[in-house]
């Protein structure tokens, strides 16, 4: 979750997908349709984004790309879960990356191995991708445009030596990048949302006013899209935690549902 507005990171970066498995994962691919992958058997979560790909080889691959913004030690044990109901619903092999766009380092396996002789092993292996190790100097000499939405988190060791000045470079890079409005009303949105997670909101607003101000930002579909999802959500949320306190206390479902207006069956599931 992204912010004040408690965004997914899937709604920010849906728009980005083509530059990402471009740069990212050095796939060359048409893009054919996104996939559906969740969990109904284990738990209720969805996928970042799952894609049906044709490579430049021909081969036909689903691309999964998942967003993380905090090091989780049961990543692992989600992405090989992932894999297999992508191989089980799809019959697809699937490509698997890790964006990791956290402020903490990197501390994520991206494996799991076990072996008890040759008929009882499992090697398995994914790729992570720091985005905090990515050069700003790198993407900015790219024409990976919509990439320029990450160059707040990009750089780790440059960002926390330059401090501010390193976030207006940033939005002297997207103000400056050589596409239409709309498309960079769209990346300095997310830039702007994004910087949330490593700066101060007084230290965003002043560094983006100007670009804000020539861009009308809030114009952007993503900046309202995002800002609205994530008042709904962030409201659920709260909702959640109300009716988590509630159950504690041993109040009836159907009166926490009344209160809170989650539905009964989403309730039942926090009594697990």
């Known amino acids: 979750m992204l912010g004040k507005y408690d965004i997914t990171l899937k709604n920010m970066f849906s728009d980005l ?49 998942e967003f993380q913004s905090d090091n989780d030690k049961e990543m692992p044990y989600r992405m090989l879960r992932y894999a297999i109901e992508i191989m089980e619903k799809y019959n697809l092999a699937p490509y698997q990356v890790v964006i990791y766009i956290g402020e903490h380092d990197l501390n994520m396996a991206n494996k799991i191995d076990f072996n008890f ?34 160059l707040p988190l990009m750089d780790k060791e440059r960002r926390q030596k330059e401090k501010e000045e390193y976030l207006k470079k940033c939005v002297e890079v997207i103000k400056n990048a050589p596409v239409d409005a709309k498309k960079k009303r769209e990346i300095a949105a997310r830039a702007k949302i ?33 800002k609205e999802e994530g008042i709904k959500e962030g409201a659920k949320n709260k909702s959640i935690e109300i009716a988590k306190k509630l159950l504690k206390e041993g109040m009836d479902i159907e009166k926490i549902a009344e209160i809170t207006e989650l539905p009964k069956e989403e309730i039942k599931k926090l009594l697990n």
């Not at 020539?214 to 993503?222: G, P, R």
């Open 194 to 226: 994004l910087s949330e997670l490593i700066y101060k909101e007084d230290v965003i607003n002043v560094m983006f006013a100007e670009v804000m101000k020539m861009l009308n930002l809030e114009k952007s579909a993503t900046y309202r899209r995002l």
């Open 17 to 65: 997908t083509d530059d990402i498995l471009s740069y990212f994962l050095g796939v060359q691919h048409v893009k054919i349709e996104e996939l559906n992958v969740e969990f109904p058997r284990v738990e209720t979560r969805e996928s970042d984004m799952v894609f049906k790909c044709i490579t430049s080889e021909g081969n036909v691959i689903a691309a999964h790309i």
């Open 117 to 150: 002789g040759e008929e009882n092993f499992l090697s398995y292996r994914y790729r992570i991708i720091d985005v905090g190790q990515m050069k700003f100097d790198e993407i900015t000499q790219t024409n990976y445009y919509d990439l320029f939405s990450l």
